[in-house]
């Protein structure tokens, strides 16, 4: 996910129309209409957070299919790339833009390892089409989160894509350990089964790289002076790793690929780029504390609903998995919430 900053709104030029709309008094918001505005946009961010977990379903559901989650994340990546093409290359200046990366790259406007931010997503999309099968969307989802939970910390401690560092704190420190305990609850009831286990550790690897990945991607934006063609970018190093890692397997041991003949299979990248957008958008009403608590609840009741009404076969929601879900959803609010000091620090500028 990128992090967002809301822009300042600005009037055009226009002569009378401009002096008008400077003269005219500001519109009266009353509490009870800022409040319910605020309540509809949470509402519409908790629903667009549900598109993670269907993306994770659909991907999950495309690597059981072939019985290969390395070629359901090819398709996936894939589609997102065909997608962010058609946007990027259909308008003149972020086409500009987007061939102007091996210059911006050979002239070192920024480190090269912000060009790699695609990677972490690679991660993310390969360990869904591998794990979600065996695991559930909400195990998932969870495990996930909490990789991003512990990662977020210490990437705001580290500076990392943040204007200010954010230090420790006892509530970050027991934001970041509920997290750990989230992902313990959902996995105990296979504690006994070890390769469930292991497919837990995907998702949670994904999530402490997904930390980072924001930050690549915003520094890549800021570089080419756009986020489409970011976006863009992150979607073409995915691709391009999961393919050249692909061959490789084609090339050493062999693979059988073949293409799904049912259409919402596809739909991976899409969901994607529908949540990205979604939440550049929403971003603006509701500020990043609002909006990543809502969000996170999205993703969270999304993945519950999605294991309950249409689960994978064999698999079963545990009482365990929704107390896992609370604190989850509870260790995300308490790692969000800002430092005193970093407020300080930010209200000092």
């Keep these: 996910m990128t992090h967002t900053r809301t822009p300042s709104s600005h009037v055009p030029d226009g002569g009378n129309v401009a002096a008008a709309v400077a003269d005219a008094p500001a ?3 009353t509490p009870t209409r800022k409040t319910t505005a605020t309540a509809l946009l949470v509402l519409a961010t908790v629903l667009a957070g549900t598109l993670g977990p269907m993306q994770s379903a659909v991907n999950g559901r495309l690597g059981t299919w072939l019985s290969d989650g390395h070629a359901a994340a090819l398709i996936s990546f894939g589609t997102g790339l065909v997608l962010m093409f058609v946007i990027v290359f259909s308008r003149r200046s972020t086409r500009e833009q987007a061939l102007a990366i091996p210059r911006i790259i050979k002239e070192r406007r920024i480190p090269w390892p912000n060009f790699l931010a695609g990677l972490c997503g690679a991660v993310i999309v390969l360990s869904e089409g591998v794990s979600v099968g065996g695991l559930g969307v909400a195990t998932f989802q969870i495990s996930l989160i909490s990789g991003m939970v512990i990662s977020g910390v ?107 003949e049912t259409w919402w299979m596809y ?83």
């Design 27 to 29: 519109p009266r918001s």
């Design 154 to 260: 210490v990437c705001d401690r580290l500076g990392v894509g943040v204007a200010v560092k954010q230090p420790l704190s006892a509530p970050r420190i027991l934001g970041a350990l509920l997290a750990v305990t989230s992902t313990v609850l959902v996995i105990s009831p296979n504690f006994q089964a070890p390769h469930v286990i292991a497919l837990a550790i995907l998702p949670f690897v994904g999530g402490l790289l997904a930390g980072w990945q924001p930050a690549g991607n915003s520094n890549v934006a800021k570089a080419t002076g756009s986020m489409f063609v970011a976006i863009g970018w992150n979607f073409l190093v995915g691709f391009t790793a999961l393919l050249v890692a692909y061959l490789i397997r084609a090339v050493t041991s062999g693979v059988d690929f073949a293409l799904p």
């Design 267 to 349: 739909l991976g990248g899409p969901l994607g780029l529908m949540s990205i957008a979604l939440m550049a958008l929403l971003v603006r009403g509701l500020g990043l504390l609002l909006l990543g608590l809502a969000s996170t609840a999205g993703q969270l009741v999304g993945s519950v609903l999605i294991d309950t009404l249409i689960p994978a076969p064999g698999h079963v929601v545990h009482a365990v998995t929704l107390l896992g879900t609370l604190v989850a959803l509870v260790a995300a609010g308490i790692a969000m919430i800002p430092s005193r000091r970093a407020e300080a620090a930010v209200g000092a500028k």
